[in-house]
């Protein structure tokens, strides 16, 4: 499962890049919503990354490669997601879901049991043989199941041909774009400000460091068709407003054009006027020699 196809098909890898380097930042008001002030990540949003699960990824566990980022199920983020989950996984069925018979109540009509008490008494989903209930493992098949592992609520998604934002728990949905608040104060004023950004490693603290494998730093994870803030457009959407996502999209246009033009007058892959991320970079250097 964990297999760097970079390195199959001959190209140079790079390790993860270095953490806490500069970014570009840009900021600007939700026209819908003019007291919300974004301040949005340009470095990660114009990235290459792309989410490689099933095609590379060595999961954030090195004895569960194939649990992806599901090794310890999915916190959530209020009791509402909590409920939202639980209505969804009423939907799941006994021929596509692995774990549907330990997910059933113990008697009568009750609640499914789907969800636990985690860390410092948080809820989240429910652990089951080392991983996260939802996640079907290796070499499970069915005729409802749309492939051979992997989440059941995003193939749910698939089968019901809806976006996983519908379907999944909101951090499942969100990894690895982060949704965070800072206060700025200005004079007497204190003003609230919405950052989306990278769900860098160094973001989930202690835990991060443990990780034996983390994709948004690493160049295997840069081999996307589109840069994240089109690729990524509806779960932008989800987590700022249709308005905001399209002044972003906008910053994020005009960033990439003027970077493919400077890129085609000095024939260089990246520029000191722009912060490109390095992982992004390191994963065009890595191809770059075999063209």
Partial sequence: MCVIHFQALGFRTMPEVKANFARDWVEFYDPSKPEDLYKCDLTWLTSYWNCIYGAGCCGIDADKPNAGCCSDGAYYTDEADEARTDVVAARLTKDMWQFFEDAQPKKGKGKLRVSETGLD????????????????????????????????????????????????????????????????ELGDQEINVIVIGEYERLAWGDGGAEF??????????????????????????????????????????????TIRAELAAVQKRSLPLFVIHPATVAAREAVAPNQ
């Fill in 212 to 257: 034996d494998w983390y994709c948004t730093s690493n160049t295997e994870a840069h081999n996307g068709s589109q840069p994240v803030y089109l690729s990524n457009q509806v779960e932008l959407t989800a987590l700022m407003s249709e308005a905001a996502y399209e002044v972003l999209k906008g910053y994020c246009d005009n960033r990439m054009e």
């Fill in 121 to 184: 008494n948080d809820r989240k989903t429910r652990m089951v043989d080392g991983s996260c209930i939802f996640l079907n493992r290796v070499g499970y098949e069915s005729p409802s199941f749309t492939g051979s592992f992997g989440c059941v609520l995003h193939h749910l998604a698939q089968k019901e041909n809806v976006h996983f934002v519908e379907t999944k728990p909101d951090v499942c949905w969100q990894l690895p774009m982060r949704r965070s608040f800072e206060t700025r």
